[in-house]
């Protein structure tokens, strides 16, 4: 693409991130993404942000995540928010913005356009979700912490098939 094509783009409106899941070492892939969005980003004079996608929580560790953010630093990558630098956008790591999410997702069931589903564990496991609720989307678990060990089976989003 040449600079014509990104003419639209205003300096400082540019906002990239990287969100590494912290369940290894850095990787190739990792850094080379992380180096395209950072290089976009300052070419724009935007922001670089390192959100921490720290879902799986068996196999996340603090070890791991610091030493993705280390081999990033050593590679010259700085961002302007993360977990170790406040922003307007925070929290920086997944784990920690579950009242964020929780508030949405309460008002979608309240919008009636998310429910509860009753279904017992042997009926969705006998069931192809998708088929048995061919317009709705699984979103979340119901009653419980949106990341635990639970299959994310217990509510729906009505999805808009058009």
Known sequence: ????????????????????????????????TALFNYLFSKKHEGSFVLRIEDTDLERSSLESEQDIIENLKWLG??????PDIEGKYGPYRQTQ??????????????????????????????????????DWLLIIPANAPIWTKQPLKNIWLKANRR
């Open 97 to 134: 913005r579950t009242d964020i999410y929780r508030k949405y997702i309460e008002k979608l069931i309240a919008e009636d356009k998310a429910y509860y589903c009753f279904c017992s564990e042997q009926d969705l496991e006998a069931k192809d979700n998708i088929k048995c609720h061919k």
């Open 1 to 32: 693409m040449t600079s014509e094509e990104f003419k639209f783009i205003k300096p400082g409106e540019v906002r990239t991130r990287i969100a590494p899941s912290p369940t290894g070492y850095l990787h190739l892939g990792l850094a080379r």
């Open 77 to 82: 990558l700085e961002w302007n928010e993360g």
